[in-house]
């Protein structure tokens, strides 16, 4: 007999890679996990009839030769299947999108570290023309788009893209999906986020903004996941860790979002017992005082740290400065000769203020050229640390709307970072 699972609180990604993978194995028995998230849940409620599967103990382990395991590699995220560990003679296949090596040694796999797990059999379909019908292409657009946050997560390939696409062919119903992918917000997580916002807080830790909170939660909440999506979006910050405590089991939830590349959760979880991808993730912890895993998240986050990018590898220097009493005249001729849109003007080597072409808008009338540019530069000069982040750049340039920032070194000006600078590093053009 042969048998195809997945991992424990299966998600929409899971379950399609589940379905998907009967059309490679027609003669195995899906057996789905008892805990599921809410939906998949209801995703197989609405579709009883259509997707049929089994439970673990439906099934004699004893008599399985062929295990076929989707979505995970790890034993322990599978259900009731550990009598399998040591079967003689049992053959595994694996299909799997995750980046970290798991303890499932196969006899055969497919692992590409893609978006989303359901991927790996679309592209196959693609490749033979496959056709699926509406409701499957449903099922797995939805996990698809799940496990990529409709393919804006940074671990969204053109290959998840594509399958899409193929999906999208094959009329997957797009109404059904936002109900699937939307449907666990009701009043209930309206008030657990709610709760959160109210005590929220943000925090500096490294170059990262990001917030920790947590909330008391009773009994089996639904969509928490969703929660702590959502109060990142809210909250704005690069990153949030929700820490839902349930009293009565004495344990605690806790689920983080990151959208920032350098901020990995999986890690993070992963250190911490759980698990999940660069941008979610999330852990059971036992026995354990909300305090006390706040502390452990910020250590993690400053232990894991990598040395990022600094403003130092990517400003200009050395700074062409001018002095405050040359003309607006002088001041476009260096414009229009050096292409520039920007100079600090400064005074015995320290900055006091910035001429950009904007200010050039205040200039009227032609008596204006004789001026001396101290009169029309912009005397607030926000300024940057060389050890500063990219980001912090970033942000300081669209919080006062300026284009460029003078890197300052104990009072002294070394260099300057401007918009395209930053853009280098966003798209992660690094300059020679
Ligand atoms: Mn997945």
């Known amino acids: ?35 599921v998230n809410p939906n998949v849940r209801f995703f197989l409620s609405l579709h009883k009839d259509i997707f049929s599967y089994y439970s673990h103990n439906d099934i004699d382990l004893k008599k399985i030769s062929k295990l076929i395991v989707v979505d995970t590699n ?11 560990r040591k079967q ?19 006899n055969w796999s497919c692992q590409e570290v893609i978006g989303a797990n ?42 998840d893209a594509r399958a899409v696409a193929y999906l999208m062919d094959m009329q997957a119903d797009l109404k059904v999906i936002r109900k699937l992918l939307r449907g666990v917000y009701g009043p209930r997580q309206k008030d657990v986020l709610f709760k959160m916002l109210k005590n929220s807080h943000r925090m500096k830790i490294g170059s990262y903004c990001i917030s920790i909170n947590s909330t008391e939660i009773n009994g089996h909440t639904p969509g928490l996941a969703i929660i702590a999506s959502m109060l990142q979006d809210i909250l704005n910050v690069d990153a949030v860790f929700c820490i839902f405590l349930e009293k009565d089991k004495n344990q605690i939830i806790l689920i983080g979002r990151s959208a920032v590349d350098s901020l ?24 354990v ?35 405050p009493d040359t003309s607006m005249e002088d001041v476009d001729i260096i414009f229009k000769e050096q292409n520039y849109t920007g100079l600090p003007v400064m005074e015995d080597e320290k900055i006091v203020g910035i001429i950009s072409r904007r200010d050039f808008n205040r200039v009227r009338d032609s008596s204006h050229f004789q001026s001396p540019v101290k009169a029309f530069m912009s005397n607030n000069v926000i300024t ?20 460029r920032l ?20 966003f798209y992660d053009i690094l300059p020679e």
């Not at 042969?2 to 399609?16: G, M, Q, R, S, V």
């Not at 640390?385 to 300026?402: G, N, V, W, Y």
Request: charged content about 20%; some cysteine; proline content about 5%.
């Open 264 to 287: 990995n959760i999986g890690t993070i979880m992963r250190t911490m017992g759980g698990g999940g991808h660069p941008g979610a993730g999330s852990v059971l912890l036992k026995a």
């Open 406 to 425: 003078p890197v300052v070194e104990d009072g002294r000006i070394i260099g300057i970072i401007t918009r395209s600078d930053a853009m280098r590093y």
């Open 88 to 106: 003689n003679g049992l053959v595994i296949h694996l299909w799997d999108h995750h980046p970290i090596k798991g303890d499932i040694k196969s």
């Open 384 to 403: 940057i640390d060389p050890k500063s982040s990219c980001t912090k750049a970033a942000r300081l340039m669209i919080k006062h709307d300026i284009g």
């Open 289 to 323: 005082n909300p305090a006390s895993v706040k502390e452990w998240i910020i250590e993690l986050i400053n232990g894991n740290q990598q040395s990022t990018i600094k403003i130092s590898d990517l400003m200009s220097f050395p700074v062409a400065g001018i002095p």
């Open 1 to 35: 007999m042969e048998i195809i699972t997945t991992h424990k609180n299966t998600d929409l990604d899971a379950l399609a890679s589940l379905f998907a993978a009967k059309f490679f194995y027609p003669q195995a028995k899906l057996i789905l996990p008892s805990r």
């Open 74 to 84: 790890c034993w322990n995220r599978l259900e009731g299947m550990n009598s399998l």
């Open 118 to 159: 359901t991927t790996l059999f679309i592209s196959r379909f693609e490749k033979i023309s496959k056709k699926i019908t509406p409701i499957q292409a449903t099922l797995f657009l939805a996990g698809i788009y799940e496990d990529t946050g409709n393919l804006s997560f940074p671990n969204s390939t053109a290959k």
